[in-house]
């Protein structure tokens, strides 16, 4: 309790909760509490001497954001939520910081950790930069040049090492231990913090195995190659950096990219910010979900500091340490879901919903909040991707569907980029259904060659629907206009009844 008084930890919190969700406010603070007061004492005494230097004029955001730096885990949350428009400003841009910091690390330390992986770099026609360009959660990245004739090929060129923090591993683990503690700090005062029963236990501990691919470079390697491979046709307008041979697990090598900020306002005068928009959802959100391949992969840390515009126009997408995967039956599931919301049939939603659930879901709660959301649909809601994601949300919280980890990832992708959005475009950000639904479009109408040779239930597909789903689709929109018009009037004459009445599925 003593390092959390000291910290302003209640001021801090109160600073980061919006007042609409001030009452998420407790078990927030006592889960950020159990966390910070749970780390080894040397960890606990480094965090107090870092808040000491920031003076007793420090406010709470400034102070929040240092506590992010001390931490791993907190300085990934962090970024997650440095884009989020609920936020309050300063503390928004306060968290920013977080998404690329000035290097810390000597140059001297991180030479050294270099050469004790791959030695000698002279000899091997290596050459690094005098200082590094960026410090990042749990590595620092420094740029280099190899020589012709290097184990990169015949020409010379400019690349990167990503390399990992002294003594980041063992911090990182000390802190992802802790995290399956929260959660069941957590389940043991669902009732006491009025928050749902979520096994928050379980969904720690997939947080955790993922969050422990951060300093997993070797896995980034692979991840990098698969990124290189699904984008195969993208050359012209995103890009994906190439490995370089001088690698390790500790150590990633790739090309250098240069290039600004997506968010980057002024430096970016040139860049037409609405296509800049559609180009990051169309590559992040649509590119994985209209795949036709058996998984596919998904960036899974879209923060700004990973995203740029190169000097050439193209979309560069940096770090794919965090990645995930989505599987067909996944992407077939969610197909499934808007099918039934346009005809207003929970069947094959309530279907789709349970087979993506890791555990049977009893009771009536599912089948209530598929009515609620289809009672949206009835009163004119549009139920693309956004609507769709209310309803996983939903169902998850008040049903208890427990979501495979990727899953839960990709819908972590769609927080992050609708503020990330927001800023690259101004306002209130870009209609990302519109965005979604032209894409969709598109996809549908490639597909059409092919369809006329397809079997009426193939979904093998990048829409995820077969020929027989969309003329049960084609069949059943007329009556689902006339039914949508009916309970419109049905509002109008008795307001109130038609939320009672509203079915759950046609006929």
């Known amino acids: 309790m003593l390092l959390w008084d000291q910290l302003g930890g209640e001021q801090m919190i109160a600073a980061a909760v919006p007042e609409a969700y ?51 885990v907190l300085h990934k949350l962090g970024q997650v939520l440095a884009r989020d428009r609920r936020l309050d400003p300063g503390l928004r841009a306060e968290l920013q910081r977080l998404e690329s910091m000035e290097p810390e690390v000597p140059m001297e330390a991180i030479r050294a950790l270099i050469e004790q992986d791959l030695g000698p770099l002279e000899p091997q026609g290596l050459a690094l930069e005098p200082t590094a360009l960026a410090e990042a959660s749990v590595a620092v990245v420094v740029p280099f040049r190899y020589r012709e004739g290097s184990a ?35 389940d043991e005062r669902c009732a006491e913090f009025g928050i749902p029963p979520l096994d928050y236990q379980d969904i720690f501990a997939q947080v955790r195995e993922r ?10 390697q692979r991840h990098l190659a698969s990124a290189l491979e699904a984008y195969e046709g993208w050359e012209a307008t995103v890009r994906i950096p190439r490995p370089l041979p001088w690698s390790s697990r500790r150590i990633t090598a790739m090309e250098r990219i240069d290039g600004r900020k997506v968010t980057e306002g002024g430096a970016l005068a040139r860049v037409d910010r609405g296509r800049l928009a559609r180009r990051i959802v169309e590559a992040l959100i649509a590119h994985p979900l209209w795949s036709t391949a058996p998984s596919a992969l998904f960036h899974a840390d879209p923060h700004a500091g990973n995203l740029l515009v190169t000097d050439d126009g193209r979309l560069g997408i940096l770090d794919w340490s965090l990645a995930g995967t989505l599987g067909k039956r996944e992407r077939e599931a969610m197909g499934q879901v808007l099918q039934g919301a346009l005809m207003l049939d929970a069947r094959p939603i309530l279907e789709a919903l349970r087979s993506l659930s890791s555990r049977a879901v009893a009771g009536p709660a599912l089948d209530q909040v598929v009515a609620k959301h289809l009672r949206q649909v009835g009163r004119g809601h549009l139920p693309g991707f956004t609507w769709m994601m209310g309803l996983l949300d939903e169902a998850v919280q008040e049903a208890r569907l427990r979501v495979g980890a990727d899953l839960m990832m990709f819908r972590r992708v769609l927080l992050m980029l609708e503020g990330v959005l927001a800023d690259v475009e101004g306002g209130g950000g870009p209609d990302l259904d519109a965005i979604l639904i032209a894409s969709f479009v598109r996809q549908l109408v490639g597909e059409w060659p092919g369809r006329a040779l397809a079997l009426p239930r193939s979904r093998a597909f990048g829409t995820h629907l077969s020929n027989a789903d969309l003329m049960q689709l084609a ?9 949508v018009g009916l309970d419109w009037w049905q509002e109008v004459l008795a307001p ?11 006929p």
């Open 22 to 72: 001030a009452s998420y406010r407790a078990p927030i603070a006592a889960a950020v509490r159990f966390f910070v007061e749970s780390l080894p004492g040397p960890r606990a005494i480094a965090i107090l001497a870092e808040q000491m230097v920031l003076g007793p004029s420090a406010g709470a955001s400034e102070r929040l954001m240092e506590l992010a730096r001390s931490c791993p």
């Open 152 to 186: 990169a090929g015949p020409g010379p060129g400019r690349g990167v090492f990503k390399v990992l923090k002294p003594g980041i591993e063992e911090r990182l683990d000390q802190e992802l231990a802790l995290l399956e503690d929260v959660g069941a700090f957590l």
């Open 211 to 220: 969050l422990g691919h951060e300093v997993r470079l070797d896995i980034e």
């Open 475 to 483: 069949l059943t929109l007329p009556w689902t206009t006339a039914r």
């Open 496 to 506: 109130g009844q038609a939320d009672a009445s509203f079915p759950a599925c046609s």
